[in-house]
T-cell receptor, first 115, second 114 residues
Framework: AQKVTQAQTEISVVEKEDVTLDCVYE???????LFWYKQPPSGELVFLIR??????QNEISGRYSWNFQKSTSSFNFTITASQVVDSAVYFC????????????FGKGTRLHILP | DTGVSQNPRHKITKRGQNVTFRCDPI?????LYWYRQTLGQGPEFLTY????????KSRLLSDRFSAERPKGSFSTLEIQRTEQGDSAMYLC????????????FGPGTRLLVL
């Protein structure tokens, strides 16, 4: 079975603090893809990152960084020096490679950045 | 370079009425997906097209739901005899054909059934 678990339902931090959003996934496939999307109050899902299962290299993009660890089936997302504009719901998602085309989403983590 | 667009953005209807939503994908994308998102949940897959062919349908897609992509460009999602449980955000996404490609989402259509 394919599954994505985001255990943190809601997080609040004060602006400029660092925050990590956790994501744990389940799949029996050897080829798969992991994603993070941001959903601001407007409702549109904004793509942040895509990772394939063969690339465990961590990635940094500005204040965002991602830690992919196959050994623990985790794909965590860290925002450094958070800003109020980072307030949104963040979704981790899984796509099976070569077999399926539907993305399986976690339930999301609602992030509040307090000024 | 335009992204995925959806119309209308909001729809309020009475139970029992039919509604139709439209999605225009990114122009060079062959694949088009429909998802449904209810409050506090992540999006759930409904169906997808490759060009004009509908390749997969979720069990969530009851007989009252039908989707089309007649010319392989825009798509419509129709819900017949709406029920209050159909109230949700309906999201459309598109991607190139290759496996594992990123799906880019539109702004969604928020449906409220009274």
């Amino acid at each position: 079975a394919q599954k994505v678990t985001q255990a943190q339902t809601e997080i609040s931090v004060v602006e400029k603090e660092d925050v990590t959003l956790d994501c744990v996934y389940e799949t029996r496939d050897t080829t798969y893809y992991l994603f993070w999307y941001k959903q601001p109050p407007s409702g549109e899902l904004v793509f942040l990152i895509r990772r394939n299962s063969f690339d465990e290299q961590n990635e940094i993009s500005g204040r965002y960084s991602w830690n992919f660890q196959k050994s623990t089936s985790s794909f965590n997302f860290t925002i450094t020096a958070s800003q109020v504009v980072d307030s949104a719901v963040y979704f981790c998602a899984l796509l099976r490679g070569n077999r399926d085309d539907k993305i399986i989403f976690g339930k999301g983590t609602r992030l509040h950045i307090l000024p | 370079d335009t992204g995925v667009s959806q119309n209308p953005r909001h729809k309020i209807t009475k139970r029992g009425q039919n509604v139709t939503f439209r999605c225009d994908p990114i122009s060079e994308h062959n694949r088009l997906y429909w998802y449904r998102q209810t409050l506090g949940q992540g999006p759930e897959f409904l169906t997808y097209f490759q060009n004009e062919a509908q390749l997969e349908k979720s069990r969530l897609l009851s007989d009252r739901f039908s989707a089309e992509r007649p010319k392989g460009s825009f798509s419509t999602l129709e819900i017949q005899r709406t029920e209050q449980g159909d109230s949700a955000m309906y999201l459309c996404a598109s991607s190139p054909v290759r496996a594992g490609e990123t799906q880019y989402f539109g702004p969604g259509t928020r449906l409220l059934v009274l």
